[in-house]
């Protein structure tokens, strides 16, 4: 069990650009989840999928962001035409379908949009 | 709609002295509780969770947290505090309803010698 991977660690871009950002869960965890951390605040919510399905969304994703799980193991998060109000610590978090309900968080990816 | 408040943003504490972090939620529905921890420049660890049974829960480095249901509170205690437990520290609920995770805004520990 190597945890939770999330690449790459930081990115810089400029205004208008699109990024897009990578994380592997725990293997035998179906349910993966991305959140978004500003400074001096708690994660908050985006997105989650169990398997391939994405069951839930929060408002806080406008139609610039995007999240896949193709297969239903790594998932993408993309953010299209990036905004400064972007620029934040995205976490991304597994968990097994089981009665535990705890969630394995990843190191985070920081976005700055300059 | 579910919501998390740690009213305490900063708590400075000597070492050696005991502390609480207070956590307070708010759901209409059965909820999971959970304290997560995490250390300057480090992820998000799970400290401790509250699921079902006893209302008292400990962690392996000595806090315990106390679900209280008519104070909806959760709040996070150890009698003896170390340097290295400085960190900031997440109160989050969740429930059957969704199994995302609803956090408080942190409360930063400053342990001081």
């Known amino acids: 069990d190597t945890g939770v991977s999330q690449d790459p660690r930081h990115k810089i871009t400029k205004r208008g650009q699109n990024v897009t950002f990578r994380c592997d869960p725990i293997?035998?965890?179906?349910?993966l989840y991305w959140y978004r951390q500003t400074l001096g605040q708690g994660p908050e919510f985006l997105t989650y999928?169990?398997?391939?399905?994405?069951?839930?969304k929060s408002r806080l994703l406008s139609d610039r962001f995007s999240a896949e799980r193709p297969k239903g193991s790594f998932s993408t998060l993309e953010i299209q035409r990036t905004e400064q109000g972007d620029s934040a610590m995205y976490l991304c978090a597994s968990s097994s379908s089981g009665t535990t309900y705890e969630q394995y968080f990843g190191p985070g990816t920081r976005l700055t949009v300059t | 709609a579910q919501s998390v408040t740690q009213l305490d943003s900063q708590v400075p504490v000597f070492e050696e002295a005991p502390v609480e972090l207070r956590c307070n939620y708010s759901?209409?529905?059965?909820?999971?509780l959970f304290w997560y921890v995490q250390y300057p420049n480090q992820g998000l660890q799970l400290l401790l969770k509250y699921l079902s049974g006893s209302t008292l829960v400990e962690s392996i480095n000595g806090f315990e947290a106390e679900f209280n249901k008519s104070q909806t509170s959760f709040h996070l205690r150890k009698p003896s505090v170390h340097i290295s437990d400085t960190a900031e520290y997440f109160c989050a609920v969740s429930s059957d309803s969704s199994y995302k995770l609803i956090f408080g805004s942190g409360t930063r520990l400053l342990v001081r010698p």
């Open positions: 759901s209409s529905v059965s909820v999971y």
């Open positions: 293997s035998e965890h179906n349910r």
């Open positions: 999928f169990q398997n391939e399905a994405q069951l839930e």
